[in-house]
């Protein structure tokens, strides 16, 4: 199996949608996806979200699946933090960035919202934890992989070669992906970032029909977007 995260284009949060860029962008990546086809088409409740996945679903003839966990609400609620006296995502102050990259919070493995310094949030943080695990956890299975909990790794359950294409957001991605692929959430929001319409494939590959440990293929690409000579700023922040 094949799961394409597809980050929404470049929005406006209030009202949620999308600018006329975003709307160029979703268009070029249903051309993208287009070119292989994709099996299934899932998508974040959010307006956003959706109208990134419209183009695709008309492309291809597809029906989005609405994954209502998937929405960025929910993780907004669990894991934003007051910093700076203004609310924003635990990992962007300095201070949260710097605790992030310690030795300590790296011995806490997947309990790192367990230190100290993270007190005032801890209930917040285990709860978005618990309930990302345990979505993603059934969104997997449907598909046909079951977690092993000890080992991070899954179950092959029911063969799927399919493309399954999934239209959703940053926030919500760093902690779908990072759980999927067994990194604590600390780690991986310091080192990786999203650009709007980013697409990041991550290949299910099967040892024996039996064992599944999947890979990242490419992470947050926006060839689409060099491909049809749209803007390459990253998320209108820098240029490359």
């Known amino acids: 199996m094949l799961l394409y995260y597809i980050r929404h284009g470049d929005p406006i949060y209030d009202p949620d949608s999308l600018t006329p860029l975003g709307h160029r962008q979703a268009e070029s990546v249903a051309k993208r996806l287009a070119l292989f086809g994709v099996d299934k088409v899932y ?22 699946i609405l994954l209502d966990f998937a929405n960025e609400k929910y993780a907004w609620q669990e894991f934003s933090v007051e910093a700076d006296g203004m609310r924003t995502w635990i990992f962007r102050p300095r201070k949260y960035r710097r605790l992030f990259a310690s030795p300590n919070i790296r011995k806490l493995g997947d309990t790192w919202y367990e230190h100290p310094d993270l007190s005032p949030y801890k209930d917040n943080f285990k709860m978005g934890l618990e309930r990302i695990s345990r979505e993603t956890d059934n969104f997997l299975l449907s598909l046909g992989y079951e977690r092993i909990p000890e080992d991070g790794i899954y179950r092959v359950v029911k063969p799927n070669e399919e493309r399954i294409a999934l239209f959703a957001h940053e926030g919500f991605g760093y902690l779908f992906i990072s759980y999927i692929l067994n990194i604590p959430y600390p780690i991986f929001t310091i080192h990786f970032e999203m650009c709007h319409s980013g697409m990041t494939v991550i290949e299910f590959p099967s040892q024996d029909n039996e064992l599944c440990i999947p890979k990242v293929l490419t992470y947050s690409n926006n060839g689409h977007l060099y491909h049809d000579n749209l803007p390459l700023d990253f998320n209108h922040r820098i240029k490359f």
Request: glycine share 0%.
């Open 43 to 64: 998508a974040s409740t959010s307006n956003r979200a959706i109208q990134t996945a419209q183009p695709t679903c008309e492309m291809l003839k597809k029906e989005a």
